[in-house]
């Protein structure tokens, strides 16, 4: 019976444990201490990281219980401080591989498309001059070719952040070079996207090129890709 009653009083002053920081009811220690593990994981991440955090009321004397609704991260750090919480575990967060040549390259160029389609769905929406192309997924558009040169320059701003992004090296190069080496690099970048994005839109489809992210050209579309007044060959468009 006494073995008994003193499992009980056990049990009793168990149920009764609380956190030293916020008061909420604990079965267990961590770090070592009488705290519950939602404060003990907020020490730990706070301590990793260096970061200071301002007191809400600026006072720092905020309620830090767990009845608190928005509880002051600053007067909860420094209630855990106070009641003599110590981390000494790692003080780095282990930190991501960083990505080889091909992996941020592949990054960088979704990141790029969505852009450009972002920067070209604004542009065709005040565009007088195109009209959509059927497609079950995309919206793809054909336009004039005084409209087109606005999309050219939203291609050639975006090659520019696509290689800022992926060749860290290019933010040390001179303008001048940068210049020429887009000059040399972007008709054969354009073709090698062109390629790219005609079969990923239209696979195998011998009629259609894409020109940008949502615009193309179709060779049985009757629309004059050319000025309205201008009487060149136009044949080059339809082999």
């Not at 160029?109 to 997924?137: G, N, Q, W």
């Not at 970048?189 to 062109?194: K, P």
């Not at 193309?216 to 890709?225: A, K």
Request: charged share 30%.
């Amino acid at each position: 019976k006494k073995c008994a009653r003193e499992w009980l009083v056990m049990d009793r002053l168990e149920d009764s444990r609380s956190c030293l920081v916020c008061s909420v009811s604990i079965t267990s220690v961590h770090l070592g201490m009488d705290i519950c593990r939602a404060c003990a994981s907020f020490y730990k991440r706070a301590k990793m990281t260096g970061v200071v955090y301002p007191c809400r009321q600026g006072t720092r004397l905020c309620d830090v219980t767990h009845e608190t609704k928005f509880t002051c991260r600053r007067c909860r750090f420094d209630k855990c401080l106070a009641v003599g919480v110590v981390y000494d575990g790692p003080m780095r967060i282990r930190a991501k591989p960083a990505l080889t040549l091909l992996q941020r390259i592949h990054k960088e160029f979704k990141s790029t498309i969505e852009r450009r389609r972002a920067k070209e769905l604004e542009f065709i929406r005040t565009c007088p001059d195109c009209f959509e192309v059927p497609h079950p997924r995309e919206k793809i558009f054909i336009v004039r070719a005084h409209s087109s040169f606005d999309l050219i320059n939203i291609a050639i701003s975006e090659s520019r952040v696509f290689f800022d992004n992926v060749f860290i090296a290019m933010k040390h190069i001179a303008d001048q070079e940068i210049d020429i080496i887009f000059k040399d690099y972007m008709i054969k970048l354009g073709i090698v996207f062109s390629y790219f994005m005609t079969m990923k839109i239209w696979g195998s489809c011998d009629n259609k090129l894409m020109s940008t992210v949502t615009t193309c050209y179709d060779n049985e579309v009757p629309l004059d890709f050319y000025y309205p007044e201008e009487h060149g060959d136009k044949d080059a468009f339809k082999r």
